[in-house]
């Protein structure tokens, strides 16, 4: 028998994976790339750039230009070189990239906070969600991913310019057809409460990404579904209080939950492992609390406000089960 090394035979090529079917609304396809598509062109330097994919067409930079036709057909995840040098890595944007970078008619909701939202709120297939302030349509595309095509998800927004960029880039994140938009959408142009009143419909989660949203509580109360979830998304530590301290007094919500999240990215080369320089701290607080069957409240604290957190320096909200002894001590202060 000879020793000689035998020939290698080649590895088949594993079978691809279907597109992702166009009723799924994902937001995603599968395979080469094609015209009409948007891609992410990123260069050696970290800069970024997003374009929609047109036959005959050419995506100029200060490296020289690009032919969209040399994109068109190939699988995702490949380098091109420019005409003047310049290397750039070419795939099709994630949803936490899109929006991050797309159009804005008001600040979006950044991807650390909406993933929290989806999570810590619980969105989940199927579900009847509403949001008050749809801004420029970011965390709308996170929840519509979230609900899929059989859910609803209807945004409120009292300004129409907002509207339209929201609708522009939710569609666009969406490969929409032309004239259509994700079929588990309602955009109205209109107040979240005058909304609910007049309609009358229940939820079972409702986000609320507006500058007071206290003053919604009583409205929200009787839209959730018992055990459906309220998320207050707000910027400021005033703001926090107030809608903390005001679903405390409501009575038929679960103890508020606050917090924010902070993402930190880290350097790590060889032994050199370190903390990178770019950190995305605050962008805002979030607050979640579940609603009560009609009737019920949530059992009483045991533990004591801290020293004059209800003092007479404090002028929001008072929980309706603050011992009389506490409210006595405050105001003697």
């Known amino acids: 028998m000879s020793d000689a090394p035998q020939p290698r035979t080649a590895t088949p090529a594993a079978p691809a994976l279907p597109d992702v079917p166009a009723e799924a609304w994902a937001g995603v396809h599968r395979g080469p790339l094609r015209e009409g598509e948007?891609?992410?062109?990123v260069d050696n330097k970290g800069r970024r750039h997003n374009f929609e994919l047109v036959v005959g067409k050419r995506f100029f930079s200060n490296k020289g230009h690009l032919e969209h036709d040399d994109i068109i057909g190939r699988e995702e995840g490949f380098t091109l070189t420019s005409s003047a040098g310049?290397?750039?890595l070419i795939f099709r944007p994630l949803l936490s990239e899109f929006v991050v970078s797309m159009p804005r008619g008001a600040a979006v909701v950044y991807p650390k906070d909406s993933a929290q939202i989806v999570a810590m709120a619980d969105i989940f297939p199927g579900?009847?969600?509403?949001?008050?302030?749809?801004g420029s349509g970011a965390l709308t595309c996170s929840l519509l991913r979230a609900v899929g095509p059989w859910g609803h998800v209807v945004s409120y927004e009292r300004r129409e310019e907002f509207a339209e960029v929201a609708r522009r880039n939710v569609n666009q994140f969406f490969n929409a057809p032309q004239g259509q938009s994700h079929p588990a959408w309602d955009l109205r142009l209109g107040d979240l409460v005058e909304g609910l009143q007049s309609t009358g419909e229940r939820a079972d989660r409702i986000i609320l990404d507006m500058l007071a949203p206290w003053e919604c509580v009583d409205a929200v109360a009787d839209a959730l579904v018992p055990g459906g979830i309220v998320c207050a998304y707000v910027a400021t530590t005033t703001q926090?209080?107030?809608v903390v301290e005001t679903l405390r007094a409501h009575g038929g919500f679960t103890e508020p939950q606050p917090w924010e999240s902070l993402v930190r990215d880290?350097?790590?080369e060889g032994l050199a492992v370190r903390p990178g320089h770019k950190m995305i701290g605050h962008t805002a607080f979030l607050v979640t609390a579940r609603r009560m069957a009609p009737g019920e409240r949530p059992p009483i604290k045991k533990r004591?406000?801290?020293?004059?957190?209800?003092?007479?320096?404090?002028n929001g909200p008072r929980p309706a089960d603050l011992p009389p002894q506490v409210l006595e001590e405050h105001f003697d202060a």
Request: no cysteine.
């Open 266 to 268: 880290w350097h790590v």
């Open 86 to 88: 310049g290397q750039y």
């Open 304 to 314: 004591r406000p801290a020293p004059g957190a209800y003092g007479v320096d404090y």
């Open 240 to 242: 926090l209080s107030r």
């Open 38 to 41: 948007w891609v992410r062109l």
């Open 127 to 134: 579900a009847k969600v509403i949001e008050a302030g749809v």
